[in-house]
């Protein structure tokens, strides 16, 4: 009616609706339409805070539009190649759940915790990074809200603006915006067939900080080998270089057991570890952990409780149940059995579509193939006519990449999705080229 009256288009009536709802100047109630509501003019006349000077204000700068249409899209675009986590019919739900029921039966309170974290589960971590070679002990663990806030944490707590990052030249730490928060400068090195070329690093004035994902790389997918894990710590140590090792996919290798974190070779405390069961488990748990020097660890423990006060209550014990459930090493094979599987249709279904387009790597682990297209290929109009086909597919200039790449994830998609997807990325690729 609106619209025939003011002869105005149906859906300005219906955006005009929408912001005075928002504002609180009409009010919808089911089966009794739309009405203006009581207090409508005071709403109206009081004076709203100028919200767009406000939020652009504080110290983190907007994600990248790329990533934004990423975070948007994940949970609407039929075909997840890009997403790090596992699938519906890989979660371990059952062990979730009864991990989780053991939880609700086990607390006696719902309370905060101890600055560092569970006791419990600390103890548990204790145990697990002994597995690892890692011996250390529980007041040299802290636990965070995801190994992402152990970084936030790194960031507040410890780096002056401006401090000097190195990362490999595509980094997860690339497509995060963490380090900018304070000013951080990125320092991207090269990466051969061993690992990092640490020895790009200037020597002089003092190298400040290194951020590396060793084993089953995001999003590179490559794994440092152990002389270039004992060389890096030599010089690590030489040159006093901390490292910040982020061990999130170490659990998930396909072959054979990858070598022993950076932080088993540590004698003089130069890494910060960084764990999460966010790729193995469960990453809506929200639970990870920092293995550092005792004073690295209080300090931010005590910016962690100015911050938010500990992590879950109930996830920390639910993870407790979950790390000494005696099936957990079952638990574990069976998702990379599993994963094994995923790697090998989708490389099959790589070779089957773009054998001769693209290059890319075999996984030893982890989730990611790193696909390198032909330079011609303009990859934000793939990317853009990949959605627009209900494909997502992460470019690797979000992760810094300075090469024509795509990182295509294994573990989201079944092997039926991922082969429909990249049929799709292969025909658009081919499209671009014949032009
Ligand atoms: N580190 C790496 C290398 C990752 O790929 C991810 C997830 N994409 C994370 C950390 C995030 O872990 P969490 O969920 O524990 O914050």
Request: hydrophobic share 40%; glycine share 6%; aromatic share 8%.
């Amino acid at each position: 009616e609106l619209a025939q009256t003011y002869r105005v288009n149906r859906s300005t009536i219906h955006t005009a609706i929408a912001e005075l709802q928002a504002l609180g100047v009409v009010m919808t109630a089911h089966g009794r339409g739309t009405r203006v509501a009581s207090n409508s003019w005071s709403t109206l006349l009081s004076a709203t805070p100028d919200w767009q000077r406000w939020v652009h204000a504080g110290e983190f700068s907007a994600n990248q539009p790329t990533i934004q249409t990423i975070n948007q899209r994940e949970f609407t675009t039929p075909i997840r190649l890009s997403t790090g986590e596992l699938g519906p019919d890989l979660f371990p739900r059952r062990a979730v759940q009864t991990a989780m029921h053991q939880a609700a039966d086990q607390l006696t309170t719902l309370n905060y915790l101890p600055a560092l974290g569970s006791l419990a589960l600390r103890e548990a971590l204790v145990q697990r990074l002994k597995t690892w070679g890692v011996q250390t002990t529980v007041d040299n663990i802290l636990i965070t809200s995801g190994s992402l806030q152990a970084l936030q944490l790194i960031t507040a707590a410890l780096l002056k603006p401006g401090t000097t990052v190195y990362t490999a030249a595509a980094s997860y730490l690339r497509s995060l915006r963490v380090l900018e928060s304070v000013q951080a400068k990125w320092a991207p090195l090269p990466v051969d067939e061993q690992g990092l070329a640490y020895w790009h690093i200037p020597v002089s004035p003092q190298p400040q900080l290194l951020y590396t994902v060793p084993t089953f790389d995001n999003p590179l997918g490559t794994v440092m080998t152990v002389q270039r894990r004992t060389d890096l710590l030599t010089f690590a140590q030489k040159y006093q270089l901390p490292i910040i090792e982020d061990t999130a996919y170490q659990e998930l290798w396909l072959d054979q057991r990858p070598p022993l974190p950076l932080k088993a070779h540590d004698t003089q405390g130069n890494v910060l570890y960084l764990g999460t069961v966010s790729k193995d488990l469960a990453p809506g748990l929200r639970v990870g952990w920092l293995v550092g020097p005792q004073a690295v660890v209080a300090r931010l423990a005590d910016v962690k409780m100015q911050m938010d006060y500990g992590a879950s209550t109930l996830s920390q014990q639910t993870l407790v149940n979950l790390l000494t459930a005696p099936d957990y090493p079952r638990t574990l094979q069976r998702l990379r059995d599993q994963l094994r599987e995923r790697r090998e249709a989708a490389l099959a279904s790589l070779t089957a579509t773009l054998g001769d387009l693209a290059t890319w790597n075999r996984p030893a682990g982890g989730f990611y193939l790193w696909v390198q297209l032909p330079a011609k290929v303009e990859l934000p109009r793939l990317f853009q006519a990949a959605l627009a086909q209900g494909v997502l597919a992460n470019p690797g200039t979000v992760y810094g990449a300075p090469t024509n790449a795509l990182r295509l994830s294994y573990a989201y998609a079944t092997p039926a999705e991922f082969r429909r997807g990249v049929t799709i990325l292969a025909t658009l690729i081919r499209q671009q080229l014949s032009r």
